[in-house]
Nanobody, 121 residues
Framework: VQLQASGGGLVQAGGSLRLSCVASGSIFSTFRSWDMGWYRQAPGKQRELVASISSDGRTDSADSVKGRFTISRDNGKKTVYLQMNGLKPEDTAVYYC?????????????WGQGTLVTVSS
């Protein structure tokens, strides 16, 4: 299974970006059964989960992005989205998608390349 994130870029503080992540490979109909998450890794920091969406569409997010980031999914397209509004310089990071949620240890897939988000002040 391959995960390809896109949509990053350079944006000023207060701006918006929409990230997409497409899953491909031999997953057939299983994508819809996975909880999916967006993760980020800032320079010098550990990768962290910032938003998740369950197989039945329930969403959750980290306190640091709550009210600003919205995760969604399109199972037919095997794609997960992250709408990011009110971006802050501290949101600067490489963003990845993978399986996961905030409550349980989830077997992760191979990480894709991620997409870089840079927020200028």
């Amino acid at each position: 299974v391959q995960l390809q994130a896109s949509g990053g870029g350079l944006v000023q503080a207060g701006g918006s970006l929409r990230l997409s992540c497409v899953a491909s490979g031999s997953i057939f109909s299983t994508f819809r059964s996975w909880d999916m998450g967006w993760y980020r890794q800032a320079p010098g920091k550990q990768r962290e989960l910032v938003a998740s969406i369950s197989s039945d569409g329930r969403t959750d997010s980290a306190d640091s992005v709550k009210g600003r980031f919205t995760i969604s999914r399109d199972n037919g397209k095997k794609t997960v989205y992250l709408q990011m509004n009110g971006l802050k310089p501290e949101d600067t990071a490489v963003y990845y998608c993978n399986r996961g949620n905030f409550n349980t240890d989830y077997s992760l897939l191979n990480w894709g390349q991620g997409t870089l988000v840079t927020v200028s002040s």
